[in-house]
């Protein structure tokens, strides 16, 4: 939909002779605001805006105005202006950190984490509150028997998470669970059937909807769903009232790459159209053949075994993040190169200097020229584009070789 309507703009702007803006067909910029707050500790890692409103979560206690003048006590959430900084009210109690947000109806968010208690309430790993009181809502009271939610998304009503867990109120769903949006049961229709006997337990680190909402991808320590193999990605047909496995899989990721690493896929993306995808790595290995510490490009509709379109190699650093829009797909890690398939925790022949951040040519796998630098540490470990550009979030205080704590704006 963003490409239709920036081509029908740019065609509107030159038909009536009027300038075309920068940011139509331009990938975001390398400065950025001055205005968002900062996270004071900890890490950030999850974002998502809902209007002007931008949700924050990680596992952190204290944020500042922009200026650092007022500081608030934000335990794992708090949210703030997207056209301001002003940091709002919003403060949910929770009793631990949170991996991931999703937009939910009627003003509120849903939030996924390793908590337990949500506003006084036993409630553990998913949760959905009020955008503006930050109280759990009365209906969705599901939570997991035990363990964490890493992965949240919304569509068509229904609710996708990914995590570490083997029930959700009560049913038994195998780290990956569709809920009502409404009321949270769990759809009965849809069970993965997710499995690793060979690495000892499953943990889906992300997963995506297509944005046509016809395909979900799931990714992390995974093995067989039911008696089919999906080593570490499994694809599902979203299009019939029962989902199913689709005829979709990539024996990409069956290399093992560092022994400690019981699944080293890390971050999964949609293109905005929906036909294509991207997954990045971690791993702490390097070679020309190794999908270890790469991102990756994988056609959506590709039928049976789906190979690379490209691969991008970091040479042994790792990238958590994904985000795309028309132009580039970003990814964000602590990675110090791009280009770099030879180069052993070092640039190799051909290699650029993309330091946190970096974004990639969807047609031709290759980085472009887009270089604002993050300073490393874990790294980035989320990135949300939108039209006011991308949001960048992590565990360090350096975007666009500027001051900005553990989360930034690039806009457009």
Known sequence: MRRLLLLVLTVALVAIGAPVPAWVGAPVGEDPVDWTPHVIDGDVRAMVVIGDTVVVGGDFTTVTDS???????????FSFSLGTGRVLGFAPWLDGPVSSLAAGP????????????????????ITQVDLVTGRPTATFRTGLDSGDVRSVETADGWVYIGGSFSRVGGVRRVGVARLSERDGHVDPDFDAALSAPEVGRVKVEDLAVSPGGDR?????????????????VAMFDLTGWRPRLADWWTNTYNISCRPSFITYVRGVAFSPSGDYLVIVTTGRQTGENLPCDTAARFETYAAGEAVPTWMNHTGGDSLYAVAIDDVAVYVGGHQRWMDNPLG?????????????????DPVTGRATAWNPSHSRGVGVRVL????????VG?????VGHEYHGRLGLLPY
Request: glycine share 20%; net charge negative; hydrophobic share 35%.
């Open 67 to 77: 200026d650092g003048e007022r500081r608030f006590e934000r335990w794992f959430i």
């Open 384 to 391: 949300v584009l939108g039209d006011h550009g991308l949001l």
């Open 106 to 125: 009627n003003g509120t968010v849903f939030v996924g984490g390793s908590f337990g208690w949500v506003g006084g309430r036993e409630q553990r790993g």
């Open 394 to 398: 992590s565990d360090t205080d350096e």
């Open 344 to 360: 052993d925790e070092s640039a190799g022949p051909g290699a650029v200097d993309r330091l946190g951040l970096a974004a990639i």
């Open 216 to 232: 979900l991808v799931v990714t992390g320590a995974i093995t067989k769903s039911g008696e089919d193999n999906r080593i570490q």
